[in-house]
């Protein structure tokens, strides 16, 4: 069965450092992955996405994220958090192109703190 | 620019109740879906829609139903509300074979 492992439950990092959020996957195809991040309160919103070619993505806020398939990866990595960073991020598997009709699994998230 | 827009933001039920949480979109998208989201347990897949007139189950449909009749509405039926149907719950909607969009989600408390 498909799955998504995010091995860190939460992590803290000072303003400034750079993050590395990890996300592993099970899936017998290529998959299209996807990380959302979910701020306090809010609803989930997309960073970036993955569907094929180029295996580093640029998203919004400064993220990207570098699909490894001999890994089963796909991290997400900021070079400098911001206090505003601070939020759970989820990342997902699609078994189509959108994670349409139903088909999208995410993981447990990963929560993330940030320093001063 | 509303998206995905679910109503109420918040509820507290008493254990036998009943409710339904609403979920509109104006996105003209034909796909619609109901999560839940559990603490530490990431978001899990209620029922999902492909259009007017069609659902589905996802994978914890137990306790719950829901109707499609226009494109835009997508509500979700809680009958006889149990404390373990407490949780953070999220409409989202799409197009085929595209991203998924999110409403702020429902905060609902079974006491």
């Known amino acids: 069965a498909q799955s998504v492992t995010q091995p860190d439950i939460h992590i803290t990092v000072s303003e400034g450092a750079s993050l590395e959020l990890r996300c592993n996957y099970s899936y017998g195809a290529t998959p299209y992955l996807f990380w959302y991040v979910q701020s306090p309160g809010q609803g989930l919103q997309l960073l970036l996405k993955?569907?094929?070619?180029?295996?580093l993505v640029q998203g919004i806020k400064g993220f990207e994220a570098e699909f490894k398939r001999s890994q089963s990866s796909f991290n997400l990595r900021k070079p400098s958090v911001h206090w505003s960073d601070a939020a759970e991020y989820f990342c997902a598997v699609g078994l189509t192109r959108g994670g349409s009709q139903g088909n999208l699994i995410f993981g447990k998230g990963t929560k993330l703190s940030v320093k001063p | 620019n509303a998206g995905v827009t679910q109503t109420p933001k918040f509820r507290i039920l008493k254990i036998g109740q009943s409710m339904t949480l609403q979920c509109t979109q104006d996105?003209?998208?034909?796909?619609m879906y109901w999560y839940r989201q559990d603490p530490g347990m990431g978001l899990k897949l209620i029922y999902y829609?492909?259009?007017?007139?069609?659902?589905d189950k996802g994978e914890v449909p137990n306790g719950y139903n829901v109707s499609r009749s226009t494109t835009e509405d997508f509500p979700l039926r809680l009958e006889l509300a149990a404390p373990s149907q407490t949780s953070v719950y999220f409409c989202?909607?799409?197009?085929?074979?595209?991203?998924?969009?999110f409403g702020a989600g429902t905060r609902l408390s079974v006491l």
């Open positions: 993955y569907f094929s070619g180029d295996t």
């Open positions: 829609s492909v259009g007017a007139g069609i659902t």
């Open positions: 989202a909607s799409s197009r085929p074979k595209n991203i998924q969009y």
């Open positions: 996105m003209n998208h034909n796909y």
